[in-house]
């Protein structure tokens, strides 16, 4: 058994006298962290040992060393402390000895024995491919993955003068067993510290630190209502606070708020966002969430695996969300691959499974989804890939106008339901649906009651829902990277954004991403002939009296009540709580509220607006099939017309292409202007097919639509009670009765 032994300069150190003099030789000005947070760090540790995972080159054995000196703790190098102790012979030699594959049974049984606590340990690159282990050092110890660019390991091993390492068969490359490693590391890190390329050790031993620190204080990063009131007592404050799972699960605040997170978003530095490089989306997707999301709700390898399963072959393109040039200095960011080719599948194949995985297994849930088009099919698609098991507690129904959405969205919708999964037209538009559901979550009674008589809660998938806000910022952050390796910008040029907007979760996505540090200059507002958030951009006026919401060829954007404003005015007013919640009640009791003027010149920092009218939207469509060959959506359309307006052109703008063109077949026939409309959706999108269009029609949605003949949906009226009777009514299918 390997005891670890302690330093004897460092034990000196410790039972020194804390002078101001020891102060200063400990902590030098290049590791700035204050005494305070050393002992905090300190003595979150413990007994627990920091583990430092990566390939070799990485730079384990100096920054463990550097790490262990500023704790005061023991440094153990797995290489030298306990395999050559162990075997008493050099590792190379051991290795040529027993030959590859033996090794790594030798040195997996040499750590077996590591018994140590409050220590800095130092794994091989090749620790991470023995399981039992890795299990045994993880069982008291955070392990922390240095990742550091493969071409620089492969710089620094050539320095070393290193030609093969263990596992390396002679057909294969340095680079390709390096990336065949990868999936080791992502199996076991706790924490990874992204290490930007020419980092100094003493950095990323500073970055280890805040890594771990992070990874000890779940607190921090819980999230709190938009509509939070301002507390001196911090017992009670910290009640209000929720855990990233909590919020998955509740969906919309108590108070009738919306989460934010409680200290923000987290910052990436330029050369982190730079080493996201030559990354896939899948895993740009994982660095940025695993930032964003405590361990302590989802451990990294099981976010990895939720990403995989979202970001795979349920997308018909293999860059997921590709950014194309469209003309001039605009570029449109396709959105619309996934399997209900809409935008909304970004968010919605990765958030079911993290809402899965964060409910408790004594529960059922029923999921209330209010869409105006895109929202309904994309989660019925989602939750429909659950595994049988979640899907027998997990149920979602989705209300939306009845005559309020396209014909192709509608069936899209029918054609998704399934075994969990159910739709309901209502007799009104989006605004009514959506008001409709928050009243019922904020009913405590009713709740109450499906909770006691079913075993019941209700939870939320629209974008209220933290989970499915979150995976947007993806996205707007991958299309910046993917200009850069495109060669149009280099990595700190500014770029616009340009979005349809009708609820605010997409341009509210682009302006985090902004505030993570992606150079988004302006993101610019588009909205249709419903444009009271052009009107509110411009004058801080959000006004809805007298206004009836119009119908138009671009219905996902037809709504006058967007909630996630909510959330972007809380950032504008300095998360002043008691003022959104004023706001927000002048607008649900007068129908207008008026932003102060410092608060608006802080929102048109960030935000432009217009509008676009019908026929605009019409001739942009044909306008731009005639001069290349590509078909926009109507809601693509409508930003281009506004980009075309509002952006300055001394820099790109990327468009946001929210939808395929295939889901509004009859506007797009009106649009080109090619023949008679044909009376049937499916008919509608073969005609569509048969001009062999660029891109080509969604094979994914003319399956849906076809499913769609052998189903029917339910519609009701425009009423509180009809609706939380459907509830109801369709929990008692569902879910076994309590009594």
Same mark, same amino acid.
């Given at each position: 058994?390997?005891?670890?032994?302690?330093?004897?300069?460092?034990?000196?150190?410790?039972?020194?006298?804390?002078?101001? %003099?020891?102060?200063?030789?400990? /902590?030098?000005?290049?590791?700035?962290?204050?005494?305070?947070?050393?002992?905090?760090?300190?003595?979150?540790?413990?007994?627990?040992?920091?583990?430092?995972?990566?390939?070799?080159?990485?730079?384990?054995?100096?920054?463990?060393?550097?790490?262990?000196?500023?704790?005061?703790?023991?440094?153990?190098?797995?290489?030298?402390?306990?395999?050559?102790?162990?075997?008493?012979?050099?590792?190379?030699?051991?290795?040529?000895?027993?030959?590859?594959?033996?090794?790594?049974?030798?040195?997996?049984?040499?750590?077996?024995?590591?018994?140590?606590?409050?220590?800095?340990?130092?794994?091989?690159?090749?620790?991470?491919?023995?399981?039992?282990?890795?299990?045994?050092?993880?069982?008291?110890?955070?392990?922390?993955?240095?990742?550091?660019?493969?071409?620089?390991?492969?710089?620094?091993?050539?320095?070393?003068?290193?030609?093969?390492?263990?596992?390396?068969?002679?057909?294969?490359?340095?680079?390709?067993?390096?990336?065949?490693?990868?999936?080791?590391?992502?199996?076991?890190?706790?924490?990874?510290?992204?290490?930007?390329?020419?980092?100094?050790?003493?950095?990323?031993?500073?970055?280890?630190?805040?890594?771990?620190?992070?990874?000890?204080?779940?607190?921090?990063?819980?999230?709190?209502?938009?509509?939070?009131?301002?507390?001196?007592?911090?017992?009670?404050?910290?009640?209000?606070?929720?855990?990233?799972?909590?919020?998955?699960?509740?969906?919309?605040?108590?108070?009738?708020?919306?989460?934010?997170?409680?200290?923000?978003?987290?910052?990436?530095?330029?050369?982190?966002?730079?080493?996201?490089?030559?990354?896939?989306?899948?895993?740009?997707?994982?660095?940025?969430?695993?930032?964003?999301?405590?361990?302590?709700? #989802?451990?990294?390898?099981?976010?990895?695996?939720?990403?995989?399963?979202?970001?795979?072959?349920? /997308?018909?393109?293999?860059?997921?969300?590709?950014?194309?040039?469209?003309?001039?200095?605009? /570029?449109?960011?396709?959105?619309?691959?996934?399997?209900?080719?809409?935008?909304?599948?970004?968010?919605?194949?990765?958030?079911?499974?993290?809402?899965?995985?964060?409910?408790?297994?004594?529960?059922?849930?029923?999921?209330?989804?209010?869409?105006?088009?895109?929202?309904?099919?994309?989660?019925?698609?989602?939750?429909?890939?659950?595994?049988?098991?979640?899907?027998?507690?997990?149920?979602?129904?989705?209300?939306?106008?009845?005559?309020?959405?396209?014909?192709?969205?509608?069936?899209?919708?029918?054609?998704?339901?399934?075994?969990?999964?159910?739709?309901?037209?209502?007799?009104?538009?989006?605004?009514?649906?959506?008001?409709?559901?928050?009243?019922?979550?904020?009913?405590?009674?009713?709740?109450?009651?499906?909770?006691?008589?079913?075993?019941?809660?209700?939870?939320?998938?629209?974008?209220?829902?933290?989970?499915?806000?979150?995976?947007?910022?993806?996205?707007?952050?991958?299309?910046?990277?993917?200009?850069?390796?495109?060669?149009?910008?280099?990595?700190?040029?500014?770029?616009? %954004?340009?979005?349809?907007?009708?609820?605010?979760?997409? #341009?509210?996505?682009?302006?985090?991403?902004?505030?993570?540090?992606?150079?988004?200059?302006?993101? #610019?507002?588009?909205?249709?002939?419903?444009?009271?958030?052009?009107?509110?951009?411009?004058?801080?006026?959000?006004?809805?009296?007298?206004?009836?919401?119009?119908?138009?060829?671009?219905?996902?954007?037809?709504?006058?009540?967007?909630?996630?404003?909510?959330?972007?005015?809380?950032?504008?007013?300095?998360?002043?709580?008691?003022?959104?919640?004023?706001?927000?009640?002048?607008?649900?009791?007068?129908?207008?509220?008026?932003?102060?003027?410092?608060?608006?010149?802080?929102?048109?920092?960030?935000?432009?607006?217009?509008?676009?009218?019908?026929?605009?939207?019409?001739?942009?469509?044909?306008?731009?099939?005639?001069?290349?060959?590509?078909?926009?959506?109507?809601?693509?359309?409508?930003?281009? %017309?506004?980009?075309?307006?509002?952006?300055?052109?001394?820099?790109?703008?990327?468009?946001?292409?929210?939808?395929?063109?295939?889901?509004?077949?009859?506007?797009?026939?009106?649009?080109?202007?090619?023949?008679?409309?044909?009376?049937?959706?499916?008919?509608?999108?073969?005609?569509?097919?048969?001009?062999?269009?660029?891109?080509?029609?969604?094979?994914?949605?003319?399956?849906?639509?076809?499913?769609?003949?052998?189903?029917?949906?339910?519609?009701?009226?425009?009423?509180?009670?009809?609706?939380?009777?459907?509830?109801?009514?369709?929990?008692?299918?569902?879910?076994?009765?309590?009594?």
């Amino acid at each position: 058994m390997f005891h670890a032994v302690w330093n004897q300069h460092l034990t000196r150190m410790s039972r020194t006298t804390t002078s101001n %003099v020891c102060l200063k030789l400990i /902590f030098s000005r290049t590791f700035a962290l204050s005494w305070k947070s050393w002992m905090s760090i300190h003595s979150l540790i413990g007994d627990k040992n920091i583990v430092l995972m990566g390939p070799p080159g990485a730079g384990k054995t100096t920054v463990g060393k550097i790490v262990g000196q500023k704790l005061g703790c023991c440094f153990i190098d797995v290489d030298d402390d306990v395999l050559e102790k162990a075997w008493n012979m050099p590792v190379a030699e051991k290795l040529k000895d027993v030959g590859k594959e033996q090794f790594l049974e030798e040195e997996g049984k040499a750590l077996l024995s590591l018994s140590a606590s409050g220590s800095v340990v130092s794994l091989t690159g090749s620790n991470p491919m023995h399981d039992a282990s890795m299990q045994h050092v993880k069982k008291n110890g955070i392990v922390v993955y240095l990742d550091v660019p493969t071409q620089s390991i492969m710089d620094r091993l050539k320095l070393m003068k290193v030609e093969r390492i263990v596992g390396q068969g002679s057909g294969t490359s340095l680079k390709d067993i390096l990336q065949f490693r990868k999936q080791f590391y992502k199996k076991w890190y706790d924490v990874r510290v992204l290490c930007e390329d020419g980092i100094t050790a003493t950095a990323m031993a500073e970055k280890v630190l805040r890594a771990v620190e992070r990874y000890q204080n779940s607190e921090t990063e819980g999230l709190l209502s938009t509509r939070s009131q301002k507390c001196d007592d911090k017992s009670e404050q910290k009640h209000s606070i929720k855990f990233f799972s909590d919020a998955v699960v509740e969906g919309l605040a108590p108070d009738g708020g919306l989460f934010v997170p409680l200290m923000g978003l987290p910052q990436f530095t330029a050369g982190e966002w730079q080493r996201l490089l030559g990354a896939t989306y899948a895993e740009r997707a994982q660095l940025i969430l695993e930032r964003c999301i405590h361990p302590a709700d #989802i451990p990294a390898s099981d976010l990895w695996a939720m990403v995989e399963a979202a970001y795979g072959q349920n /997308f018909t393109c293999s860059k997921i969300a590709p950014v194309r040039h469209l003309t001039s200095n605009q /570029f449109l960011l396709e959105l619309f691959h996934g399997p209900t080719a809409s935008f909304k599948d970004l968010a919605l194949q990765l958030m079911p499974r993290m809402f899965a995985y964060c409910i408790p297994k004594s529960c059922n849930y029923l999921i209330l989804v209010a869409t105006s088009g895109d929202t309904g099919s994309a989660v019925l698609d989602g939750f429909n890939r659950l595994t049988e098991a979640d899907k027998q507690r997990i149920a979602v129904v989705t209300f939306f106008p009845e005559n309020g959405v396209s014909q192709i969205q509608k069936s899209q919708m029918i054609g998704c339901q399934g075994k969990n999964a159910t739709v309901v037209g209502v007799q009104s538009d989006f605004d009514f649906c959506q008001s409709a559901i928050k009243k019922i979550f904020s009913n405590s009674d009713y709740t109450g009651f499906l909770t006691v008589e079913y075993g019941t809660a209700l939870s939320a998938a629209n974008s209220i829902n933290w989970a499915r806000l979150l995976p947007q910022v993806v996205y707007h952050a991958s299309a910046y990277l993917d200009l850069v390796e495109q060669n149009v910008i280099t990595f700190g040029s500014p770029v616009d %954004v340009c979005i349809p907007t009708g609820n605010f979760g997409n #341009i509210l996505a682009a302006v985090y991403a902004k505030t993570m540090g992606i150079p988004i200059r302006k993101c #610019i507002c588009a909205s249709n002939q419903n444009n009271v958030l052009t009107d509110f951009i411009r004058t801080g006026l959000y006004d809805l009296r007298g206004r009836k919401l119009m119908q138009s060829s671009s219905p996902a954007i037809d709504i006058l009540k967007s909630s996630n404003l909510e959330r972007h005015l809380y950032l504008i007013v300095n998360g002043n709580g008691p003022l959104v919640t004023e706001l927000f009640s002048n607008l649900e009791n007068q129908h207008y509220f008026q932003l102060q003027k410092e608060f608006l010149e802080k929102l048109q920092q960030d935000l432009v607006a217009d509008w676009c009218s019908e026929k605009d939207c019409l001739d942009a469509i044909h306008s731009v099939y005639n001069s290349t060959g590509y078909i926009l959506d109507p809601h693509t359309a409508v930003a281009k %017309v506004v980009a075309d307006r509002v952006q300055d052109k001394t820099c790109p703008v990327i468009i946001s292409s929210t939808a395929h063109y295939s889901k509004f077949a009859p506007a797009i026939l009106q649009a080109l202007r090619m023949g008679e409309i044909k009376q049937t959706p499916l008919s509608q999108l073969h005609l569509l097919n048969s001009y062999k269009p660029l891109p080509p029609v969604h094979r994914g949605l003319l399956e849906t639509v076809e499913k769609n003949k052998k189903q029917s949906h339910q519609v009701c009226a425009a009423d509180m009670n009809v609706l939380m009777e459907h509830v109801e009514a369709l929990i008692q299918k569902q879910f076994m009765k309590v009594f």
